[in-house]
């Protein structure tokens, strides 16, 4: 019983991979090729999220780093693009880089649609006065990611913190208030992706019901918890290749939180987990009675994805290999890539905000480079102002110098 329970919080962490597909439209041959490779990137950052925190609650958007990641791939040439694409999961046989981005505006615009949940998914950039990406970047940001765009003075660390902050809390109702912490100055360039979600039950849990009760964290570990009880007919599937119960809870319009219940084992089931086994549950999910216990929850979770983006193979986006031409001749690294995310689940419904901060600077600013003169070399002396090379040469031996 006490294991069951456990297995609540990982498929919360799920939960918002399937709130995130709208089921009744039908979707374009692109989209369904954007879906399947968000799907996949959002079990392979899961496991690699996971795989640091066995005993922590996970909760995050997918759907926000991916659309981060592939906005990035805009400006990002060479190596670096590869990897931003490959960490992606784009499968240059079933759609083109070009296809991907069109993909990603047509999902924007479908999920900004107004409907009866409440969804807004979005992306900024942020630059540097007197920084001058090429305009082809911010037209394509804008273009493909509807992107808003701002000018800000990155030294005037606090005004700008506090700019930046007042826009996530403003796209995230006041969700996430205080997403940059501490900005550093020198910082040219800041990229954000943010999604917040609120839907109301198709079916409401009644307060009434809502009681005390335990959550039994692991044998020896018991918490408190404001458990919420309905009885009625919900789309369940018990899968016993995982051992686990699926269950889908609906909200009003075509969105779905799936709650996965483990047997025992959260870790086995966590492990083996990916799209098929959601492809299955919908397929072959059941309407039937159910007595379901859903815990009431507000967690607030924070990730450094530098690592975790390392580890799934975009690496030299973090280092002087990093190949950013397509935003600017200047060159460029990413100095970090952080995630926040909230998850309130009560009686009426489900709110969840999440937001992607990618921080680019230049490189002469971050790595010390070691520079040693002990094979030829060239020489000049200029004159700074007039640009005339007053002296030139170079030197191939320095044991001769005292001719
Ligand atoms: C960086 O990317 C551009 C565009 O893809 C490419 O032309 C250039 O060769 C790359 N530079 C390096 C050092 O790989
Ligand atoms: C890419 O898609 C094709 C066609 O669906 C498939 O045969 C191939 O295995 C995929 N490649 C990768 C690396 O997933
Ligand atoms: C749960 O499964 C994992 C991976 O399959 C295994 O390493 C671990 O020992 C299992 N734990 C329990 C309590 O059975």
Request: net charge negative; glycine share 4%.
């Amino acid at each position: 019983m006490g294991r069951n329970v456990l297995g609540l919080w990982f498929c919360l962490s799920l939960a918002f991979i399937s709130t995130c597909v709208h089921g009744d439209l039908e979707p374009q041959p692109d989209t369904q090729a954007l879906n399947r490779m968000n799907s996949d990137f959002s079990f392979r950052l899961y496991k690699s999220i996971a795989s640091g925190a066995r005993s922590e609650n996970v909760f995050f958007s997918p759907l926000s780093v991916s659309m981060a990641l592939a906005a990035l791939s805009l400006g990002a040439g060479g190596e670096t693009h590869h990897q931003l694409l490959s960490g992606l999961g784009l499968n240059s046989s079933v759609f083109t880089c070009e296809e991907m981005h069109q993909s990603f505006l047509d999902l924007l615009k479908n999920l900004n649609q107004n409907t009866e949940v409440n969804l807004e998914v979005g992306t900024a950039v942020y630059i540097h006065e007197s920084f001058k990406p090429h305009p082809e970047f911010l037209q394509k940001m804008k273009r493909f990611y509807l992107s808003d765009g701002f000018s800000v003075d990155f030294t005037k660390t606090t005004e700008t913190a506090d700019q930046m902050n007042a826009y996530v809390s403003e796209k995230t109702h006041g969700k996430i208030s205080n997403f940059i912490k501490d900005l550093d100055p020198r910082t040219i360039m800041y990229l954000l992706s943010y999604i917040y979600f609120k839907g109301k039950w198709a079916t409401q849990f009644d307060p009434k019901m809502t009681k005390k009760d335990v959550f039994h964290v692991d044998e020896e570990t018991n918490v408190p918890v404001e458990m919420m009880y309905m009885k009625d007919k919900f789309q369940g599937y018990y899968d016993r290749e995982l051992s686990a119960h699926a269950l889908r809870l609906d909200y009003k319009d075509s969105f779905s939180m799936i709650l996965v219940l483990p047997d025992k084992n959260l870790t086995a089931v966590e492990e083996a987990l990916s799209l098929h086994h959601i492809t299955r549950w919908n397929t072959w999910m059941q309407k039937r009675e159910y007595n379901i216990y859903v815990p009431k929850l507000s967690l607030k979770t924070s990730y450094s994805l530098k690592n975790i983006l390392i580890e799934m193979g975009m690496k030299d986006m973090f280092t002087p290999k990093a190949n950013l031409t397509g935003i600017s001749d200047q060159n460029l690294f990413i100095s970090e890539a952080v995630h926040e995310a909230t998850l309130d689940v009560d009686e009426a419904g489900a709110t969840a905000a999440a937001v992607t901060g990618i921080s680019f600077m230049p490189l002469s600013f971050h790595f010390t480079e070691t520079l040693k003169f002990n094979r030829p070399f060239i020489i000049f002396i200029t004159d700074q102002i007039t640009k005339n090379i007053l002296f030139m040469g170079k030197i191939v031996n320095p044991e001769y110098s005292a001719a």
